[in-house]
């Protein structure tokens, strides 16, 4: 049951990762701090000061350059990639004692999959944003993405059975709609 609850946290805190890829980590740094979070054998430098601080530092910056117009959506396009990359490493970090190859094919997987999915889906959301209101409505949707990381973060590390139930909802609601879209003839795609 402990590992199933770690691969829950690991995996709530990947596709927090798709919000914003830093926010996740600090909280995991603080947590791990506070005694409220057991890395892995291996990840425990994501719980050291060091860590801590660069983390925070990474964090301040990724959130104030999303409230930069036109620098956000530039952001993204780094953020794709590197949500993956840390919700592989978050999942990794949370699981112990099983295979390595179990434990990075699940993280590639269930982490990196749960964080590219938010991240792409965010990224579709702020790019409809910017084509609609010229950048302008851009600063409520990171606002909105930042809240989520955050809220995400908390959840997954304190009630991750809630994080995951969340998580597996908010992953099929987007994949539901991709396909639905992807159902629709052409001509109707391009009217709605």
Do not use: K
Request: with cysteine.
């Amino acid at each position: 049951m402990e590992t199933m609850m770690a691969i829950f946290i690991g995996i709530g805190l990947s596709a927090t990762c798709g919000f914003r890829i830093f926010v996740p980590l600090l909280g995991m740094s603080i947590a791990h701090q506070t005694g409220h979070l057991t890395l892995s054998p291996g990840f425990e430098w994501i719980g050291s000061w060091p860590a801590g601080i660069a983390f925070a530092v990474a964090a301040v910056v990724e959130v104030g350059g999303y409230y930069i117009p036109w620098v956000d959506n530039l952001l993204d396009s780094v953020a794709t990639p590197g949500a993956v990359v840390a919700g592989t490493i978050v999942t990794a970090s949370m699981i112990g004692d099983v295979s390595p190859f179990l434990r990075w094919s699940l993280a590639l997987i269930a982490g990196g999959g749960a964080a590219g999915v938010i991240q792409g889906s965010s990224m579709l959301v702020r790019g409809v944003s910017a084509a609609s209101t010229g950048g302008a409505g851009n600063p409520a949707v990171s606002t909105l993405e930042l809240l989520a990381s955050i809220a995400g973060t908390v959840v997954s590390i304190l009630l991750p059975v809630v994080a995951i139930a969340l998580v597996v909802l908010i992953v099929f609601i987007i994949l539901r709609r991709i396909l639905r879209m992807r159902a629709r003839p052409a001509d109707q795609r391009n009217v709605q």
